[in-house]
């Protein structure tokens, strides 16, 4: 009977949703409900959520920042993508420098905002911190998909074409 109490308890916690109120670096919030099975953004409803996570300093994340650009622009109707800056402390200004200089056209959350949320992915993702790393959830807002390593527009078109 203890070992049912437990494990029931432990499928109750993991299913109960965690809740974040994030700001992104241009002063916007964005309101998290995550399970470790799901996610939903009550400023995106109905739509395909692409959370990158990337650094700012990390060679492969820069390198497939312009297809994540494109990715966005052709499906912006239907996905939105996050980029979550997972490496190292950079101040609002000098990240606004870096998403200008890259013409980033999705919200960006930085390190210090986004460190609660990264941990709890790590917890529940299996992740081990290696980026660039992606959670791709549905429109039923169920995840479908873990990415590892860089994604090119051949690859991220591939994935939203089995959704």
Known sequence: ????????IFCVTSIVAKEFTLKTIDEKILHFEITPMSLSIKEY?????LLDFFGANCPPCIEEMPDLVEFQNIYKKS?????????????DKKMTIFVKKHNLNYPI????????IIVY???NTQWNGALPYKLLYDFSNT?????????????LKDVITRL
Not at 45 to 49: D, G, Q, R
Not at 109 to 116: P, V
């Open 1 to 8: 009977m203890k070992k049912v109490l437990i494990l029931l």
């Open 45 to 49: 409803p109905n739509k395909i959520i």
């Open 79 to 91: 996905v939105q993508i996050i980029g979550m800056q997972s490496s190292s402390k950079r101040n």
């Open 109 to 116: 959350i930085n390190l210090d905002e986004a460190a609660a």
């Open 121 to 123: 992915v790590q917890d």
């Open 143 to 155: 995840l479908t998909y873990k990415l590892y390593g860089m994604m090119d527009l051949k690859k």
